[in-house]
């Protein structure tokens, strides 16, 4: 079964990013709810910024699931990434992201590692710097194996990584490691950047794809760019996908109007 989804941020220095509810959690639940969808994907500071209990309790009030936990919160406050050169800082991302793991597990919720992935940095080699991705990606995928879910890696367009940025490339990465519990993120807004055609890139990495980002080509909500939605919404069908298709976009005209055009997509190309 394909699930919707919406992204609340409750991180003020990412503010100005692509998230559609922001600040007030319980107004953000009360709306998602009301629009019919599934679950939401949460951004928080940290893994003890929000009370588990009481995100259980609205959870369960709202009937909603937790579609995904975002780890961006390391890289934008700590300055933490997995290919920094400083070994104690690679450390003390791979203990952030650790943590975020553990927090989303107690929901049934994977972790993504976007942002955080770093860059080979102006001076640095690339194949070292990629050993020190691997390196993590090993700790933290059985890290998310041993809380019963899987790991989520992202590709990111070139403007945000020099890394992988596309769906191949992160798939044959993660055939080079020995976890098996790392899938990717195929993200229609980077995939747009990157790909020749997203449809036929979905279908030829369908295995490792885990989660799926519902962004338009200019990351508002799906219809209000150029996205050609028709072959990419039969794509993830054919592929028997099943888990959450989330919309992480800019909350424009505003967060309401973002969220309703979300969800008349998604019944559009999926319901």
Same mark, same amino acid.
């Given at each position: 079964?394909?699930k919707s989804a919406?992204?609340?941020?409750?991180?003020?220095?990412?503010?100005s990013?692509?998230?559609?509810?922001?600040?007030?959690?319980?107004?953000a639940?009360a709306?998602?709810?009301?629009l019919?969808f599934?679950?939401?994907?949460?951004f928080?500071?940290d893994?003890?910024?929000?009370?588990r209990?009481?995100?259980?309790?609205?959870?369960?009030?709202?009937?909603?699931e937790?579609?995904?936990v975002g780890?961006? #919160?390391g890289?934008?406050?700590h300055?933490?990434? =997995?290919?920094?050169?400083?070994p104690?800082?690679?450390?003390?991302?791979?203990?952030?992201?650790?943590?975020?793991?553990s927090?989303?597990?107690?929901?049934? #919720?994977?972790a993504?590692?976007?942002?955080?992935?770093g860059?080979?940095?102006?001076g640095?080699?690339r194949?070292l710097?990629?050993?020190?991705?691997?390196?993590? =990606?090993?700790i933290?995928?059985k890290?998310?194996?041993?809380?019963?879910?899987?790991?989520?890696?992202?590709?990111?367009?070139?403007?945000?990584?020099?890394?992988?940025?596309?769906?191949?490339?992160?798939a044959d990465? =993660?055939?080079s490691?020995?976890?098996?519990n790392?899938?990717l993120?195929?993200?229609?807004?980077?995939?747009?950047?990157?790909?020749?055609?997203?449809?036929?890139?979905?279908l030829?990495?369908?295995?490792?794809?885990?989660?799926i980002?519902?962004?338009?080509?200019?990351?508002?909500a799906i219809?209000?760019?150029?996205t050609?939605?028709?072959?990419?919404?039969? #794509?993830?069908?054919?592929i028997?996908?099943?888990?959450?298709?989330?919309?992480?976009?800019f909350?424009?005209?505003?967060?309401? #109007?973002?969220?309703?055009e979300?969800?008349?997509?998604f019944?559009?190309?999926?319901?």
């Amino acid at each position: 079964m394909i699930k919707s989804a919406v992204t609340v941020a409750l991180v003020p220095q990412i503010k100005s990013g692509p998230w559609i509810f922001w600040e007030n959690l319980k107004q953000a639940m009360a709306k998602s709810e009301n629009l019919g969808f599934d679950g939401i994907e949460l951004f928080t500071p940290d893994s003890s910024a929000i009370d588990r209990e009481e995100l259980s309790y609205l959870l369960k009030f709202h009937k909603l699931e937790l579609a995904a936990v975002g780890t961006g #919160a390391g890289k934008v406050i700590h300055g933490l990434t =997995l290919t920094d050169p400083d070994p104690e800082i690679r450390e003390n991302a791979i203990s952030f992201i650790s943590a975020m793991i553990s927090f989303g597990a107690a929901f049934n #919720a994977p972790a993504i590692i976007g942002s955080m992935q770093g860059n080979v940095l102006a001076g640095n080699d690339r194949e070292l710097t990629l050993s020190w991705l691997a390196e993590g =990606l090993e700790i933290l995928g059985k890290k998310a194996e041993s809380e019963g879910v899987f790991l989520i890696y992202e590709p990111l367009n070139r403007y945000e990584t020099n890394l992988f940025n596309t769906l191949g490339s992160g798939a044959d990465f =993660l055939e080079s490691l020995k976890t098996q519990n790392v899938k990717l993120l195929a993200d229609l807004f980077h995939m747009n950047i990157e790909e020749v055609d997203l449809a036929q890139s979905i279908l030829e990495n369908a295995k490792h794809i885990g989660h799926i980002h519902f962004a338009d080509s200019n990351r508002r909500a799906i219809g209000l760019g150029h996205t050609e939605m028709e072959s990419v919404a039969e #794509a993830i069908k054919s592929i028997n996908y099943e888990g959450f298709i989330s919309a992480e976009v800019f909350p424009y005209p505003d967060p309401d #109007a973002a969220a309703i055009e979300t969800k008349h997509a998604f019944k559009k190309y999926f319901e």
